[in-house]
């Protein structure tokens, strides 16, 4: 899923990638950047954490002519308030009417901290439904937003892309949660490395004994709701307890047994038993 999305294979108009210190996406946004100018004419790419030339320097010299690098940090007032605004996009995309365009933010998080979450969402919505961009693609830092602004841009996004750390403690998995035009949504994990050129490399599924460390630890360490309060009964079910519940058979399921049971109808017939061997449907016959 993940190789389909970077080479435009699954159409998706809004790709948003959330990550944390342990695992940044900026990587994973050059590859799409590159990836994107090899199927679009133009391509935005807003910088608020990197200067452009750390992109521009990095893509390939012949897509160079494509991009076109928006500084983000130099719109700043003289009282230190942010001054850039997503609707300048709006307005340098819609000159370009006609050209297929596709536009990239290396962080989401500095905008949404300085103006309210559901301004930037509706900003970023009016930019993805536009007649001629083909695609955006943002990553926001989970660990430093708040859970409900991650929950406006997840609920506006196509694709969701979680980067999670791996278990092995090389290379990089993530889960994928993308939504078709059709309506239909695919859920996977997956996992890829990058090559000494921070290109996308070995992208493969993820393996139930690969899990990432973050689910993990979440799931040992989840805490008792229930460890405060003086009960007189308990909520939490013992490991054997859990054991002993997996192994009931319950009447709906199948045991996996192939034997079919059999059964049989003993009557005893009784003097009163009146039987009328004529058939009563004769008269139906024509």
């Given at each position: ?59 390939q ?11 983000g ?8 308030e ?43 919505h ?8 083909i ?30 750390p ?24 997956e ?96």
């Amino acid at each position: 899923m993940l190789e389909d999305l970077l080479k435009g294979h699954e159409k998706s108009r809004f790709i948003l990638i959330t990550d944390s210190l342990e695992c940044i996406g900026r990587h994973l946004l050059l590859n799409w950047v590159e990836s994107a100018l090899e199927r679009c004419e133009k391509l935005f790419l807003l910088c608020f954490e990197r200067p452009p030339d750390f992109f521009h320097n990095w893509i390939q010299p012949h897509l160079r002519q494509k991009l076109i690098c928006i500084n983000g940090n130099e719109d700043w007032d003289e009282t230190g308030e942010m001054t850039f605004n997503l609707a300048r996009v709006l307005e340098e995309v819609a000159q370009g009417e006609g050209t297929p365009t596709c536009v990239a933010i290396d962080s989401l998080t500095l905008p949404i901290l300085m103006r309210p979450a559901p301004v930037t969402c509706r900003q970023l919505h009016r930019l993805a439904t536009s007649d001629h961009v083909i695609q955006v693609a943002v990553v926001v830092h989970r660990d430093l937003t708040d859970q409900h602004a991650c929950g406006l841009l997840e609920h506006k996004a196509t694709t969701v892309i979680d980067l999670l750390p791996s278990v092995s403690g090389s290379g990089h998995a993530c889960h994928i949660r993308h939504c078709r035009p059709t309506g239909k949504v695919f859920k996977t994990r997956e996992s890829f490395d990058f090559d000494e050129a921070i290109r996308i490399k070995r992208i493969s599924p993820l393996k139930a004994t690969q899990e990432p460390q973050k689910i993990l630890a979440l799931t040992s360490q989840e805490p008792d709701p229930t460890a405060n309060l003086d009960l007189s009964f308990k909520l939490q079910l013992s490991e054997s307890e859990r054991e002993a519940r997996s192994q009931v058979i319950l009447p709906y399921l199948k045991d996996g047994s192939s034997e079919t049971s059999t059964s049989k109808i003993l009557y005893e017939a009784d003097d009163a038993d009146d039987f009328d061997e004529e058939d009563p449907d004769d008269d139906l016959n024509i």
